[in-house]
């Protein structure tokens, strides 16, 4: 089945790549345009530039100040015309990226964003094509220098926020193939939730990310807190609950760089701003075409990871188009491939025997003597087909265990197309509109935990046999070595597209607007179920079915007594596994949203500048499906169909107090940013939010900034919405005895939004002494109150036993009090009470437990981040130093209003206390030879057993080719990461594993080559 779906998916990636093959050849010149530009002061002649072909050309007042240009005409480029222009001067115009040039003073020290490539200034190449050297790969570096992330107003080159920047060079050089997994490995993200290993591996408690995506957790806030932006727009929703956006669904190639804002920002974009946004800015303005292939693997043999793209873009004189394709695969990384997941008994790793008792053989249960508990007390004799075994072939005590990770994936195989094309075109008088569409489709296949149960099984099976007598007997029971493990095959169609335009007002104001729309549709199949209701009539258990196709009289009886497989046929072992689920989930999102910006009035320090706007939302999610597990015929799942409408208004402000015209000593410049939104929902309320943002440079070479704002997040729509629901099990008292409980689920429509109180406090030292080298540190601090979880989701196990939990448990006893049972016989009859509950009388149970979604949890969160890059010259041999680092000091946790605060930094599970990434570059000429150094800092389980620290090393060598030649536009680029296959630390994971899924990677050393040409 997922072979033929390659298979199509490979027809249709083909078809793509040809074409866009076809088109390269039309795009392999250069634009040039028709410059005109007169002797004149240096800053009116970059304006006039600028205009002229549709550059933003940025530099400071005071150094173009005072200096003339020489004309300029002809037909050339940017990069020529301006090479004209600041001839003969100690200027340099540097690129940062497809649509911004930077003027700069030739000492100064370049910027870690874009691609960093200076162009030549002498006479020479004036009306002639400028030697670019290859740039150096920059690791990600905290700049003051806002583009679009972090403000809404134009023009602005400094923030209070701290504000880090990836462009594609940083991201190439992180060694990974793809966006997601390159910001996964930040020392400011955390893998929780966000990662597609994380449900097979136990990690996603609450199972939000179903269809195995990826998105960024900033300071180990959640996915659903960090928002995540493409060109400054909101992605549809992903996963079982929409609330967090899957950005796998992306091409890589289609990147031009990424911007994490590190600080909480709902003032300015609305919810999910907690912990940071990250905008992933998209190419366009592209003139050529680019061809890419990556291939990698882990030296272990798997898995396997193959990328091919293809991008390709025309400018013209007043617009561009640009496309790209991208095609990638995964091979999935099974359990067994690694000695820490290949079984659950850990005992040869220093840890505990993790496997379980629903086992093959399996365990005949009985009451504990003590407890009265029902646990194994007999074990199934090994190695005997299960026919003529006596009572006395059972040893009272001795225990079957099974391995619960045999057979699992912890890594699903993906298959992803995807497709990006933008295009923009000015129209005359400054009105500029733009248009972009993205489509992606991720296949992938897991096979999932084997089938495990509790037999119920009498003296009606032919092969029943009783240890002590009894007329029938539990039996805990595994399937795996019979049937093997079910296999998930699924899918995410992701499309968004919007539609946007530009225009001039009055002064410098500006109107800007854009129509969005963003959809993705997942679907999921689980085949290979064991279907209970099948298995009873097979055991004897319920009497024959004539609804079935199976008859025991001829097919036999299932024997549960076997102690090796072979003993049921593959024909009775196809009925039992005939079960199957499937379901579907459509998430879509609509939006429209306006602003204008531009300058109220000159103040002392500068230009005073506003921004405000408006937004409107629409959000839907429907969900359904099938489930044939227990019943006659398949029933359908609970459904949801619910939507929610959002309007917001928000505004921005500006005040330079110091600036260039009226700077002195101790304040070179001084600057107060405010901005504010208000949303309100038509379900869960209104909640306003601001933000306040001071920014302080006592000299040249430092700058002091802070920030204070106030973030939220809404509820996720099932969060409110899914409609009422109860289960039955059975959970442990502290007296060790084990009871049956009701256990009530859905939504809670009296829930608020989450909100968070976030400060920061940075400083940035860059000394005009030490050319190349910065410096920059950010305190934060975040409250977040009010968190929506469902506490005994969390530890279900010790539901009846945490004190935590107390108030989520009503204690009853239907048998001696009338409204106790009257409550309980209700809560049966609900339409939403599963069959399985039903089925047990109101004396059954004794306690109520409450798992709905509450606003019950706070957490506080404080740390520092760190980093440095200094970048010179030894001889003609380019060097660049890089450290990024991320210190957590706490990471406190409550679980509900009356519980204390449990300190959760350096514990399994949660964020650690310190992750850093140090690198080292050398360039000469055309060859870059790189080494990265990663370290995650020791922590320890919550019994305070320690586990080890991660140092990691990663190595990279890239060699581009002479720009003449066969070679011509070639670039090889070798990465190895883990370059000394070090294993994650041991972890006595109760999960089952030997490893920490949140803190760790499971591949070990990964190798890959890629070969880029520039067309």
Known sequence: MFEAFEYRVGRRWAWLATAAVLVASAAQAQTTYAISVDAAGLEPALLSLATQTKQQIMFSKGV?????????????????????????????????????????????????????????????????????????????????????????????????????????????????????????????????????GTLTTGSDRIVRNVNYGS???????????????????????????????????????????????????????????????????????????????????????????????????????????????????????????????????????????????????????????????????WAIPAGQNGV???????????????????????????????????????????????????????????????????????????????????????????????????????????????????APLFGDWQADGYLGFGQEISESDTTGLLHTLYLSEALGTTADRPDTAFNVARDGYFNPFSGRPGANSPAMLAFISSGFTSSRIKISSYVASGQADGTLFAGPGGPIKLAIGGQARRETLLRGGTNFAS??????????????????????????????????????????????????????????????????????????????????????????????????????????????????????????????????????YRPAGIPGLALGFTAFDIAFRHRIDRPVQQNTVATLIDPALTSFVQNIAPATNASDRALIVALLARPGTLATAQAFPPEAFAAIVDNRYVNTTTLRVRGVDVTASYRFQVGEDDVALGLNGSYLADFKQRITPTSGAQERVGVAGSPVTLRARATADWTRGRLTLGAAFNYVDRYRDVLGTRISAQPTVDL?????????????????????????????????????????????????RFAAIQITRAW
């Open 388 to 502: 003529g075994l006596r009572a006395s072939d059972f040893q009272l005590g001795t225990v079957n265990l099974e391995n619960g990770r045999a057979g699992i994936d912890t890594l699903p195989r993906q298959v992803l197309q995807s497709v990006f094309l933008t295009a923009n075109q000015e129209i005359g008088h400054g009105v500029e509109i733009t248009a972009d569409v993205r489509y992606a489709f991720r296949k992938y296949a897991v096979s999932t935990a084997a089938n495990v149960t509790t037999l119920s099984v009498n003296r009606s099976n032919p092969f029943f046999v009783s240890p002590n007598g009894s007329t029938s007997h539990s039996i805990a029971y595994s399937l795996q070595e019979e049937l093997g493990n079910p296999l998930n095959i699924g899918s995410a169609e992701t499309w968004g597209a919007s539609l946007g335009a530009k």
């Open 64 to 196: 173009v100040a005072g200096r003339r240009a020489p004309p300029v005409k002809g037909q050339m480029t940017p990069e020529q015309a301006l090479t004209g222009l600041l001839i003969g001067t100690d200027l340099r115009a540097r690129r940062v990226n497809d649509q911004m040039i930077v003027v700069e003073r030739v000492t100064a020290r370049p910027q870690e964003a874009g691609d960093g490539r200076p162009f030549g200034v002498s006479a020479a190449d004036v009306g002639g094509s400028a030697s670019i050297p290859d740039p150096v790969a920059l690791e990600p570096t905290l700049v003051d220098e806002v583009r679009v992330t972090g403000t809404h107003i134009r023009g602005t080159t400094k923030s209070a926020s701290p504000l880090m920047v990836l462009d594609r060079a940083a991201l190439e050089r992180s060694g990974h193939a793809t966006v997601a997994s390159a910001l996964a490995a930040l020392p400011q993200a955390f893998a929780t939730g966000a990662s597609e």
């Open 215 to 377: 998105s960024v957790n900033l300071r180990g806030l959640g996915p659903d807190a960090t928002l995540i932006l493409v060109n400054g727009r909101r992605l549809s929703g992903s996963g079982s609950f929409g609330d967090f956006a899957d950005i796998s669904s992306i091409p890589s190639a289609a990147v031009e760089r990424v911007e994490l804002l590190l600080d909480g920002a709902s003032a300015l974009y609305g919810a999910d701003a907690v912990g940071g946004v990250v905008n992933i800015i998209l190419r366009k303005d592209v003139e050529g075409a680019e061809s890419r292939a990556y291939a990698g693997i882990g030296t272990d043999g798997e898995p396997l990871q193959l990328q091919l793209s293809q991008s390709l873009g025309h400018r013209w004189s007043t617009g561009s188009v640009f496309l790209a394709l991208e095609y990638q695969k995964r091979d999935a990384l099974r359990a067994e491939d690694r000695p820490y997941t290949a079984s659950a008994d850990l005992r040869p790793l220093g840890g505990s025997d993790r496997r379980v008792t629903n086992s093959f053989p399996g365990n005949i249960l009985g009451p504990d003597p003590i407890t009265g508990a029902q646990t194994p007390r």
């Open 631 to 764: 019943t006659a015929a398949p029933t359908a799942q609970i459904s949801a169909d619910v939507s929610r409408e959002t309007l917001a208004a928000f505004g921005e402000l500006r005040v330079p107090i110091v600036g260039e015209a009226n700077r002195r000593a101790g304040v070179d410049a001084l600057e107060v940013s405010l901005a504010g939104r208000i949303e309100r929902y038509n379900d869960v309320g209104t909640t306003a939010n601001p933000k306040v943002g001071l920014l302080w440079r006592p000299t040249a070479d430092l700058t002091l900034r802070g920030t204070y704002g106030r973030s939220f997040r809404a509820p996720a729509l099932r969060e409110v919405h899914d409609p009422e629901s109860a289960s039955s099990i059975q959970l442990n008292k502290a007296d060790g005895t084990r009871v049956r409980v009701l256990v009530l689920g859905g939504g809670n429509p009296g829930l608020e939004p989450e909100t968070a109180n976030s400060w920061t406090f940075g400083a940035d």
């Open 956 to 1004: 990279q060598a890239r060699l581009a080719a002479p720009d003449h030649g066969f070679g011509r536009g070639v670039t090889v680029t070798l990465n190895v990461r883990n370059v000394f296959d070090r294993a994650p630390p041991f972890y006595d994971n109760p999960a089952g594993i030997g490893y920490d899924p949140t803190n760790a990677d499971p591949i070990g």
